[in-house]
């Protein structure tokens, strides 16, 4: 059930090429290389979707006529938390100021449906929409901690900004040409209320997160300068898993640990020791030694970081490797992390959903 957000107040962005505040144009080929550069290595350059860590397609029809110009805002600013979709805007410590947002929300909206308005739903039953968010959604949307393969609906930044609305135009309508069928004709519109009212109760399920400090870019680069270089078994030369490097920090070898998601991510949760070099930003990457092993990781958990390493080797550094399995299992299995209060391990698969409270 990939859903959207609710409209604020702001007017709705001009097309791809019109102008916007202040009569200057907005669109054009820069909208195309900010959505190439930061969104196109996970939603894919056509904004068609799933090209790493299952990100959903951001022009499937049913999906754009229930986004307005402000939900497309708001999800590049406050991102997706937890997940490959960091926060981009420059208020979370990301890349884009408010022109840099307008243009790939430009770029999205350029010659394909506008928002429509939606009905608003009537009044549902939490309890009632629980068995059935865990038969029809859940195997693909996971529950209030373990993500799916699908949209986590339990994700905080969408709870916060998906109206009901929203919710239940795609529980109808669907999301044509993925696993997301329409339910309008095998579910009732009392029933569909019912599972809307639940998806809106995971909320109370979310704990609230107080960021860490963000990176200064100037934290120390190399962990255990003077220890001995890990002996890692790589897989294809490219890749090492966690318990390796885990047990090399253990043992205190010689290694630099790079956080390639944006920056409000690693606010989050980081490797103890990562440093921040965000795909989208490798100025660092300049001041790694090429004589000490690199060890890139994302939570994809190889695309962002495979970017990172293939910055690397094109800089002639001959020790860079992608964590294979990414940060969340390595938060997962316990292994050494500085998270904000209020962040969690990822859950193990198959947790139940839990019934929310009677009113």
Known sequence: MAVAIPACTRAATPAAGTSGAGGQAVGGPQAEISYAGLCAPCHGKDGQGYAADHAPSLVNPTFLESATDDFLRRSIVTGRPGTSMGAYGKAMGGPLDDRGIERIVSFLRAGRSSA???????????????????????????DAKTRGEAVHLANTEFLKQASDAFIRHAIV???????????????????????????????NTQPQVDLLPEPTGT????????????????REGRFVGVEQVNAALAAR???????????????????????????????????????VWAIAYCACPHHLSGDVVNALIQRGHKQALVLDEGINEWHRRGYPV??????????????????????
């Open 219 to 234: 934290e120390p680069l190399v962990l255990n300068p003077k220890g001995k270089d890990p002996g890692f078994k790589t």
């Open 173 to 203: 309508y669907g999301r044509p040409g993925t696993k997301m069928m329409p339910f309008a004709n095998s579910l009732s519109a009392s029933i569909i209320d019912d599972v809307v009212a639940f998806v809106r109760g995971l909320a």
């Open 338 to 359: 500085i998270a904000a209060k209020g962040v969690r391990p990822p859950a193990n698969e198959g947790a139940p959903v839990p019934l929310p409270p009677k009113p």
């Open 116 to 142: 429509r308005a939606l009905p608003t739903p009537g009044p549902g039953d939490a309890r009632r929409g629980a068995p059935i968010y865990a038969q029809l959604c859940q195997p693909c949307h996971g």
């Open 253 to 291: 070898r010689r290694m630099i640990i790079i956080d390639a998601r944006p920056p409000s991510e690693w606010r989050r949760v980081h490797i103890t020791g990562a440093v921040s070099i965000p795909y989208h930003d490798l100025k660092r990457l300049a001041e790694v030694p090429d004589d």
